[in-house]
């Protein structure tokens, strides 16, 4: 008759156990903060690149040599 009357006991798991879940969430937490500047930074290099570095001077006009150090005359 304990049943009837008693309070059925709630389950608390173990105190390591629940820290392996929290470090285990923050891994994944920032490890997906990771992947999404992996992403943006390879939106905005897709955005900001493209034809800019094909059509730049020093690519049409070709390597710009200098044979001297100084000042040229």
């Known amino acids: 008759m304990g049943g009837i ?3 059925p006991k709630v389950y608390q798991p173990p ?3 629940t820290e392996a879940q929290e470090k285990a969430e923050q891994r994944a ?3 997906e903060q990771r ?3 992996k992403s943006a930074a390879r939106q905005q290099s897709r955005r900001t690149g493209g034809l800019r570095p094909l059509m730049s001077p020093e690519r049409l006009e070709g390597p710009q040599t200098r044979t001297t150090l100084g000042p040229e005359k």
């Open 5 to 7: 009357f008693g309070r």
């Open 15 to 17: 105190q390591e156990v």
């Open 29 to 31: 937490e920032a490890s």
């Open 35 to 37: 992947e999404r500047r």
